[in-house]
């Protein structure tokens, strides 16, 4: 009778340790998926970050992301706009240098003057 209690006590046992062990297994794999994922805010945040950096791209990239998470986001939709208006400023700008060095260049050569008297004509 002893020894038939030890085995149903042995059984129990190793059936609450098996379901200790698959609760633990679980609750890791929980942990581990839940830290991965990040939130609406976080990557709103790491938008604010970046359009702070002048990274205008890639802040827009992280407000789309904020975006897909929470579609009523309406800072992160203002902020987009922000990243995209600054990102046309920074493209003119850049085409504006261009266009300058350019002009110089000619200008150099004696061709600018040419384009300056019948650019003015128009």
Same mark, same amino acid.
């Given at each position: 009778?002893? @020894?038939?209690?030890?085995?149903?006590?042995?059984?129990? *046992?190793?059936?609450?340790?098996?379901?200790?062990?698959?609760?633990?297994?679980?609750? *890791?794999?929980?942990?581990?998926?839940?830290?991965? =994922? =990040?939130?609406?805010?976080?990557?709103?945040?790491?938008?604010?970050?970046?359009?702070?950096?002048?990274?205008?791209? @890639?802040?827009? @990239?992280?407000?789309?992301? !904020?975006? @897909?998470?929470? =579609?009523?986001?309406?800072?992160?939709?203002?902020q987009k706009g922000n990243a995209l208006l600054n990102l046309t400023k920074y493209n003119a700008s850049l085409e504006w240098n261009m266009l300058n060095r350019l002009w110089r260049t000619y200008s150099a050569q004696g061709v600018g003057?040419?384009?300056? !008297?019948? !650019? !003015?004509?128009?």
């Amino acid at each position: 009778m002893v @020894e038939a209690n030890k085995h149903i006590f042995f059984k129990h *046992l190793l059936d609450l340790m098996r379901l200790t062990y698959a609760t633990f297994i679980l609750l *890791l794999a929980l942990v581990t998926f839940t830290h991965g =994922q =990040q939130t609406a805010e976080d990557w709103f945040n790491k938008g604010d970050l970046l359009l702070n950096l002048g990274k205008y791209n @890639e802040s827009i @990239e992280a407000y789309n992301k !904020s975006i @897909e998470l929470n =579609q009523s986001f309406a800072t992160a939709w203002k902020q987009k706009g922000n990243a995209l208006l600054n990102l046309t400023k920074y493209n003119a700008s850049l085409e504006w240098n261009m266009l300058n060095r350019l002009w110089r260049t000619y200008s150099a050569q004696g061709v600018g003057t040419t384009l300056a !008297s019948s !650019s !003015s004509q128009i």
